[in-house]
């Protein structure tokens, strides 16, 4: 499977913060003939590889923004409210679908212009201005859909030009297949590594899951993988990182130090491209979660450059997924190596 096709098939199950169960099967099924993952309380997949010397913890987040129903109205439209972060100004008129008792195709409503009052143009959109419509009539809604199910961006996939993609939830199943491509490069080589493999649940909500799976491996180091804000026409190059030009490294006061560095320099040595992306206090990520676990963990984060994040159109660079887990790969074995000596 190629790093594009990996990427789509992550991508397209449903997975919404505390609802990752599809999603949860089909990364099971990928990472099988490499390390089995199993399910804990919260539904964080973890697994291990190798036993001895340090322990070394990698993570990306199995969840994506989506919606949650909160009412099916007179007229059998569904009224909704956000499961993760999801931009109300980027839903009207959205095709989504509706995981009700089967999935079901839905469109966001959109009021036409004409009929907005000056005010309501100029207040901007709210959820509660919002509702799905899936076509049907109260009675026969109420038949397919309940009261607390979810709502995702449809699947539509799509190929763009110069290796980049798009679609809903790279946000962070490109993280996942970063992680699936490290631990295939190096799970018949650790003798002297014990690698833990956690892709968590509930990052678009809090980040429980990554904080409660890291507690339970007690690792030594941890690397979170996850996306970052990709370059875009209306935002400075100093908030954003490039697509096409590697993994950023984060710089923050909630990272280790030490780690970070090792990261850079092994990149530098193994002709890996890099970036840097600096945040003066919390990353926003799991590594927030991890750094903290227990008696603390030293944690460094690698970050995919996506723009669009937060879309049912987010866009990636096939490369820069590959130069992550390229990345990944050469710090567990060098890693391993050191163990050697």
Sequence with gaps: MTTEELCFALAK?????????????????????????????????????????????????????????????????????????????????????????????GVVCSTPPHLLTEEKKKAGVELSDLAVDIGRTRDEAQQLVSVGDRVGYADTQLRLLNGRIASAAFDDRCGVAAVLKAVEAVHDKLQNVCLC??????????????????????????????VGFGDDPFCKDSETIALGKGPSIGLSATLDRALTLELKALAEKEGIPYQHDVMPGRTGTNADHITVSRAGVRTALLSIPLRSMHTGVEVIDVADIDQTAALLAAFILSREARQHD
């Excluded at 892709?199 to 690397?223: K, M, N």
């Design 197 to 226: 493999v956690q892709i968590s649940v509930q990052e678009e909500v809090g980040g429980g899951g990554a904080g409660t799976g890291a507690f339970a491996f007690a690792p030594d180091l941890a690397i979170a993988v996850d």
């Design 13 to 105: 199950e449903n997975g919404t913060p505390g609802d990752e169960t599809a999603a949860a099967s089909a990364v099971q099924t990928l990472f099988a003939p490499y390390v089995e993952l199993k399910a804990d309380a919260l539904g964080n997949l973890c697994g291990t590889l190798g036993t001895g010397g340090v322990k070394i913890l990698l993570d990306a987040h199995l969840d994506r923004v989506g919606l949650v129903v909160t009412e099916i109205d007179e007229q059998g439209f569904l009224h909704v409210d956000k499961a993760g972060g999801v931009d109300p100004r980027v839903l009207v008129g959205s095709e989504v679908i509706v995981y009700g008792k089967a999935p079901l195709w």
